[in-house]
């Protein structure tokens, strides 16, 4: 169609030449227009799912954690949850959180795992998750970790991640999920444990699941760093101490989740095996 009148307009010159010039310079903007301007190809209205428009993680409002008068909680994690460099594991962090709570923990930490790398007691995260006692009822259930994953570097973590965490979903429906990010082992906190973090984050943020973020909430600073963290001995995990300090970390921020906002992800790391 814009073919056609430019050449009527061209046939035309000799008898209006002004007037062939203006729709000459009409046409001319109009297929500029029509050629930048594609509407048919612009980005769609609807974003695709889990983006947001602007190329942002579309994020789902956790609703507030409620717990029974002494909740059962799963606590799955690496060898922070395990309980290494206390005195005796049943002094970790996940143990002592059961009196905190005035509840019950049940405790499935194997020292060196990840989503994506097995430990040195047991495989990954998947596998162990396959491998939990069905029958458990658990009212909450911990996913702590994992620091472990950063060599493994970004190529399918995130894939890992969604596998692993549906998998806890699917086996323990009734529970309520939060996820526990990575604490820093040393400081200043990694690239690439800040990337685990940032990950974790998304993908909880994702699924309306409350993310407790260490690094993002400062629970180890360079103020605080040798109290909490065994260095020499502990290999650079919490001290006894140092894993009560974490329990009451992590009592404190589940009782702010009742009404907290979202917590954000944050910053870290390289070493141990955690």
């Given amino acids: 169609m814009i073919y056609s009148h430019a050449m009527k307009a061209a046939s035309t010159r000799h008898r209006l ?7 000459a310079v009409i046409l001319a903007v109009a297929a500029v227009a029509l050629g930048v301007w594609r509407p048919w ?5 609807t974003p ?3 983006a947001a428009a602007g190329g942002e993680a579309v994020t789902i409002a956790p609703v507030p954690l409620l717990l029974p008068e002494h909740p059962t909680v799963l606590v799955f994690g690496d060898s922070w949850t395990y309980g290494s460099a206390a005195t005796e594991p049943t002094l970790g962090y996940a143990y002592v959180l059961a009196e ?4 019950e923990t049940i405790v499935d930490g194997v020292r060196g795992s990840g989503y994506l790398k097995p430990g040195i007691d047991g495989p990954a995260f998947g596998e162990r998750i396959a491998a939990l006692d069905p029958t458990l009822t658990p009212d909450l ?15 399918g973590y995130r894939e890992a991640v969604t596998a692993a965490w549906d998998a806890m979903a699917a086996k323990y429906p009734e529970a309520t999920i939060v996820v526990l990010g990575p604490a820093p082992h040393e400081l ?9 973090d940032t990950d974790l984050g998304d993908l909880a943020a994702a699924r309306g699941w409350w993310y407790i973020s260490p690094i993002a909430q400062n629970w180890i600073t360079a103020q605080n760093y ?3 963290i065994d260095v020499e001995v502990g290999r650079k995990h919490p001290s006894t101490d140092g894993h009560r300090y974490l329990a009451e970390k992590l009592a404190a921020a589940l009782a702010e989740l009742g009404d907290a906002p979202v917590t954000e992800a944050g910053g870290s ?6």
């Fill in 17 to 23: 030449p002004l007037a062939g010039l203006v729709i």
């Fill in 41 to 45: 190809v612009s980005v769609p209205s």
């Fill in 48 to 50: 695709p799912a889990g």
């Fill in 100 to 103: 905190l709570l005035d509840g």
């Fill in 141 to 155: 259930v911990i996913l702590q970790g994992s620091i472990n994953d950063r060599a493994q570097g970004a190529a």
């Fill in 188 to 196: 200043p906190v990694g690239t690439e444990t800040a990337r685990i």
């Fill in 226 to 228: 040798l109290s909490v």
């Fill in 269 to 274: 790391e390289t070493t141990p095996e955690q």
